[in-house]
C-alpha cells in the first residue's frame, strides 16, 4: 500500500455529538471510543469548511491535556484526507485558545480546530473537547455548530489517510503528496505570532517599568499559558520567573480543575491574602480565562473587570489609536459595564453565554471590548477570551494610572456606583434534577401573575419583579436568533436573578444562578461591604423560587464566585 493512501472507514453515527457553549466536550473514554473523534472531526471538517474543504487552509493546537497529541494526529490525517492543503500547527499539539484564533487571522487560514476543554479537568479520567473555529478566527457560529451536529447524526463514512507521519515535535514545514495533491504542515513555535500581537497592542516598555516595582505572582495552573507568562513576562518584562508559577504545561493540570476562581485557585487566594504581593493572575487550561487579584487578594469580580477596562482603553495604544465604537456583555453579566456605556456615550450588546455571539459584533464593527461573567475578557484583536490580553490591559492601567487594584476599583464604584455580583455555582447534578427546576421556573414565566408580584426574603426584604423570560437573542447583524439562553428575574430596583444551565459540562448538569444588585453609596464604604452578604437576600430568594434544594438535594453550592 503506498504511504500516503486515502482511506474511507465505513461508520455509525454516535449521540450526543452536539458542541455545547464551546465546543464538543466529553469524558476522554468517550473520545477514545473507536471512530467517535473521527466522526465528529468529519462532521466539523464538512460543515466547518463547505464549499472551501478542497484546497483549504487551517491552524491546529491545543491545551495539552490528556489525549491532545493523538486527536492532534487524527485531525492532521483526516485533514490531508479530506482535501485541505495546509495546516500551521502549535509545536507540540500545543496552542492557546487566543493565540490559535490569531494565528487563523493573521495567516489568513480557513479556520482551526482547537483541542480543549477549557477550564474542564483533565487526566485519562477527566475531559477532552474538540472545537472548530471559523476563518474569523472565532468559534464557529450556531448555524455551523447546528450543521455538524446534523451531520454527526447521519454520517456514515469518513476520510482518512491512517498511514501518514508528521513529526510535530520539529518547527518547520514539511510537505507530502495525498491524492496527487500537496498538502503541507508548517509546525511553528507557539508563542512568536502571540507576542508579536501583544506588542503591537500595548506599550511594553510602560508595563515593563511599572513592573519592576510590583510583587506579582502569575500562575498558569499547569494549562497552555506556561510558555507564553515565561516569553512575555519573564523574557520581555524581566519579571523574575520565579513569580510564575505552575508554569509546565501538564496532561492532568497537576490534578486540579484548571479554572481561575476563588474555589479552584483558591491556593494563590491565601498566598496573596498574606500581603507580600501587590498583584496575581491566574489563568485556565486553555488560556482564555483569567482572574486578577491585588494587594491581600483584593478580587477583581470578572463584570467588574470588564466595566473598569471599558472606562479606561485610552490607557491602551491600540484603542486610543482605532477609537472605541461599543461593548458587549454576555447576558448574565452583571450591567456594571451597561453604566459605563451610557456614561461614555456607547453602545452596548447584550449577547447570549459563549464567546461565539460576539463574532459578529466585532466583525461589523460595532463593538471592541467584550466580557463574561466567567472570567472571560477580550477585544477585537482576535475573536477569542484571551487571559494574557486581560492582565496586560490591567497593567498597562495600573502603570498609566499609577493606581492599585483596589484604588482602580474604589474609584470606579464612586463614579458609577457597584453592581454587587455573585454566581453560585451547583456542579454534577443530575439532568433530571436541573430540568424540573428549568421546568418550575418557565411555568413562573407562564404564569401572567408572575409579573409584579412581591418577592420576599425572612428578614422581610421585598423585592417586586418587573420583567421575566427566558432570554431570547437576535444577532443584529445576521439577524439569526437564538432560544431559552437564560432565565432572567428582573427587579424593580434593578436588581436581577439568574438560572441557567452550564453548556460546557462533560456530562451530569451544572446549574448557574447568577445574582446581582446595584448600589449607589454616597459615603463611598462600597469596599467594605461584602456581596455575599449585600446580596444575600436576594439569593435566598433565588434558592427558594428555583425550589433548588429540594429538586438537587444540594445545601451549599460546589462554587461561589
Ligand atoms: C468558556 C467559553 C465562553 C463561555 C463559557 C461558558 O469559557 O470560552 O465563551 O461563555 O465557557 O461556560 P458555561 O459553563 O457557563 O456554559
Redesign the pocket.
Known sequence: MAPNKVETILTTPFDGQKP???GLRKPVGVFQQPHYSENFIQASLLAGLGVKLNGSSLAVGGDGRFFCREAVHLVIKMAAANGVSKIVLGQNGILS?PACSHIIRKWELNGGFILTA??NPGGSKGDFGIKFNIENGG?APECITDKIYELTTTLTEYKIVPKLKVDITKVGTSTFKVAGREFTVEVIEITADYLQLMREIYDFDAIRSFLKGQRVILNGMNGVTGPYLQRIFVEEMGVPSESCINCEPLPDFGGRKPDPNLTYASDLVAVMKKGDHDFAAAF?G?G??YMILGHRGFYVNPCDSLAVLASKLEYIPYFKQRGVKGFAR?M?TSEALDRVALHLGKECYQTP????FFGNLMDSGKINLCG?E???LGSDHIR??DGIWAVLAWLSVMACTQKSVAQILMEHWLVHGRNFFTRYDYENVSVEAADKMVEGLTKLIEDPKTKGMTFSDPTGRSYKMSYLDNFEYEDPTDHSTSKNQGIRFLFEDGSRIIY??????SSGA?I?IYVEGYERNENAQFYKQDPQEVLKPLVTIALRTSKLKELTGRDVPTVIT
Open positions: 455545547g457553549t464551546s485558545t477549557g477550564h468559534p485556565n486553555d482564555n480565562r454576555s448574565p453565554t459563549g464567546w461565539k463574561e466567567s472570567f472571560g477569542e477570551n441557567r444551565l452550564s453548556g460546557t459540562v451544572t448557574h
